[in-house]
């Protein structure tokens, strides 16, 4: 069964501050990773999708990797602002059965001006 | 539209009513997935249409869970006798395919059972 991980649950940062936001998941057959942010009261929008074939997505600051092989992903946010604020989470979209996600549970983000 | 469109955005009902969420997804995208996020949880999968159909139900807690679509487009969650723990907010997505595409989210309907 594929469990998805994030490291930490939660990070308060300076504004300016680059950081490392991590999801590892149990089983590296996927279709995809699918990175979201979660504004509180909102629906989740969505950041970056990575493919399985691939290793990297780019969208201005932020970055997100893939390393399928060791069940990894990261999500890069340079220069954060305090409008960065959210709950950030990933998702893979297993080969198994592809028409549903399964989620980590979050990291909360605060950026403090 | 331009997003996924959810309705009402807040719902709150007595135990034992029968309540009904509404979906309007992105024009053009066969796929169409609820979701439920209740407080301090993570998101639960409810049931995936491809077009009208429901190949995947596997997420409906209960009976008293149902859902459908109509014309490849807007569907319905419907939740017949509430009780407290169905109190969640109810997320739809949308994406143009159903195995590798990207997930769109509605704002969510927040259902609150007394």
């Known amino acids: 069964k594929q469990e998805v991980t994030q490291i930490p649950a939660a990070l308060s940062v300076p504004e300016g501050e680059n950081l490392v936001l991590n999801c590892s998941f149990t089983d590296s057959a996927i279709y995809n990773l699918q990175w979201f942010r979660q504004d509180p009261g909102k629906g989740l929008t969505s950041l970056l999708l990575i493919q399985s074939s691939q290793r990297e997505q780019t969208s201005g600051r932020l970055n997100a990797s893939l390393d399928k092989s060791s069940g990894r992903s990261t999500l890069y946010i340079a220069a954060s602002q305090p409008g960065d604020s959210a709950t950030y989470l990933c998702?893979?979209?297993?080969?198994?059965?592809?028409?549903?996600?399964?989620f980590g549970a979050g990291t909360i983000l605060r950026v403090k001006s | 539209g331009a997003g996924v469109s959810q309705s009402p955005s807040n719902k709150v009902t007595e135990k034992g009513k029968d309540v009904e969420l509404r979906c309007d997804p992105i024009s053009g995208h066969t796929a169409l997935y609820w979701y439920r996020q209740s407080l301090g949880q993570g998101l639960e999968f409810l049931i995936y249409f491809q077009g009208n159909s429901a190949p995947d139900k596997s997420g409906l807690p209960s009976d008293r869970f149902s859902a459908e679509r109509t014309g490849g487009s807007v569907s319905t969650l419907t939740i017949q006798r509430t009780q407290q723990e169905d109190s969640a907010v109810y997320l739809c997505a949308s994406s143009s395919s159903a195995g590798r595409g990207e997930l769109f989210f509605g704002e969510g309907s927040r259902l609150t059972v007394l």
């Open positions: 998702a893979v979209r297993p080969l198994e059965y592809g028409n549903k996600l399964v």
